[in-house]
């Protein structure tokens, strides 16, 4: 007998005997918007496709990576001219070097670079850098910022915890957590007191360079270049995760849009940064960089131990260097001016509902926050203080139409190389009747 059960249905009661929830990320499951999650089988372009053949125009692009767009030629051919050459080495390849060259050219700060497989991993080595070089125990992270799943760094994070309503995660001891000072982000004055009190026990500060994990914040004037002052003049280090910005909202991340030379007002540099996702053109790779006197503490040369046999893959080196070979200037600007299109007709399609709201922006990353028009988001407070209820409702509208959003408010909103006019006009066709749904809904 046939079922008549939609084939996205069958797969996700199928995941649920296998894996916890049925997913291998938390928000994959809806659990805040709430219905029976996409099962994708293939994109291309500005589109996904899902196992009932249905096809949504993709404002997630894979968290990212799919800045050139899904399945893009040049991308493709350098992963099948990889995968025939074998997939994995365990030995040193061309290509690493190759993508940390390219890193360095647009990333001047980061003078030398070590690849790793996850975004979790990069900050996880990151830290544990900072702590080895500086020979002191705490961190400062800031309260909505999300750093990956490491233990130390997922008290009061955004992202999937967020997304949760969970303060932190079971399983990290009391020990590990005291390692970690949580202030609220876009305050120095909280910074200027932490290190006051415990300046000398202070090896970081780590800051998303955007965040946007609590649905994009856009750092104050000056406060990422405040983070670099303190730190330097404490003997700190400053780590900057780049990991979803980095590559993405510019050529050179969002440090180089507002860090360096950018900031004529006060020039600023990390000594550490954090990069992902776009990295790695959609295949598993990260990587950090920096100072080279901070980097070359790692082993073999210095006595802090990171190491993986997957590191700097030859299959995710060749995609990472095609895709940013290919992320020009041009492609940057066709984002950023495709973000500003469809961030204004979000906002005129609330306006038209009735519906209170502010759009937060970093660079071509932005997020709508229901309820804060009057003050906007500039914290965790602030972004959990939205009217979170009005989401759902207008996700489930845009996706009936076609359009695939992040399920969930605390997430960024992604375009890509590919969103042609008619990508973005089934969008803007669709936003009118989410607008009201979003209205219409109660608390």
């Known amino acids: 007998m046939t079922s008549s059960m939609p084939r996205n249905e069958e797969l996700f009661d199928r995941a649920r005997q296998l894996m916890p929830g049925g997913v291998n990320s938390p928000v994959r499951a809806f ?38 767009g899904h399945a893009h030629p040049e991308v493709i051919a350098a992963v099948h001219a990889a995968v025939d050459r074998g997939l994995s080495f365990g030995a040193s390849t061309p290509d690493e070097a190759n993508l940390a060259a390219i890193v360095k050219e647009r990333v001047p700060a980061a003078e030398r670079v070590r690849m ?36 130390g760094l997922l008290a009061a994070a955004g ?9 932190g995660s079971a399983g990290v001891t009391a020990a590990t957590a005291a390692e970690t000072l949580v202030l609220p982000y876009n305050d120095l004055d909280a910074v200027e007191a932490a290190f006051a ?18 649905g994009v914040v856009t750092p104050g004037e000056g406060f990422n270049a405040g ?31 507002t860090g360096g030379a950018a900031d004529a007002a006060e020039p600023w540099t990390p000594d550490l940064l954090t990069f992902g996702k776009v990295i790695g053109g959609g295949m598993p790779t990260a990587a950090l960089g920096g100072r080279a006197e901070v ?52 906002s005129s399609a609330l306006d038209a509902a009735g519906v209170d709201h502010s759009i937060q922006r970093a660079g071509n990353l932005f997020s709508v926050a229901f309820g804060t028009g009057a003050r906007g988001v500039h914290n965790y407070d602030d972004a959990q203080g939205q009217e979170v209820f009005r ?12 359009v695939y959003l992040p399920p969930s408010v605390f997430e960024a909103w ?3 190389a590919a969103h042609d006019d008619a990508a973005m006009n089934r969008i803007f066709d669709a936003l009118p009747a989410a607008a009201k749904a979003a209205a219409a809904v109660k608390a």
């Open 159 to 167: 992202s999937g915890l967020a997304t949760l309503a969970l303060p």
């Open 197 to 214: 009190k415990h300046g000398d026990s202070i090896a970081a500060v780590i800051t998303e360079a955007a965040p946007a994990n609590m």
């Open 391 to 402: 989401y759902a409702p207008f996700f489930h509208s845009m996706l009936d139409s076609g």
């Open 116 to 151: 790793v497989s996850t975004g979790t991993e990069a900050t996880m080595t990151a830290i544990r850098l900072a702590r080895g070089f500086t020979g002191r125990n705490l961190v400062i992270k800031f309260a909505g910022c999300y750093h990956g799943h490491l233990d």
């Open 31 to 68: 659990g805040s918007v709430g219905g029976t999650p996409r099962f994708m089988v293939s994109a291309k372009g500005a589109y996904l496709t899902d196992a009932d053949g249905a096809d949504y125009v993709d404002l997630i692009c894979s968290w990212g990576p799919a800045l050139l």
């Open 227 to 257: 983070l670099s002052r303190i730190t330097r003049e404490h003997g700190a280090l400053l780590i900057l995760d780049e990991v979803l910005t980095g590559f993405r909202t510019g050529y050179s991340g969002y440090w180089g849009l």
């Open 295 to 346: 980097m070359d503490y790692l082993a073999p040369l210095g006595p802090v131990y990171q190491a993986g046999t997957l590191s700097g893959n030859p299959v995710a080196m060749a995609a990472g260097v095609a895709t940013l070979t290919h992320a020009t200037p041009e492609v940057y600007s066709f984002v950023n001016a495709r973000s500003l299109e469809l961030s204004a007709a979000l």
């Open 414 to 416: 992604f375009l890509s």
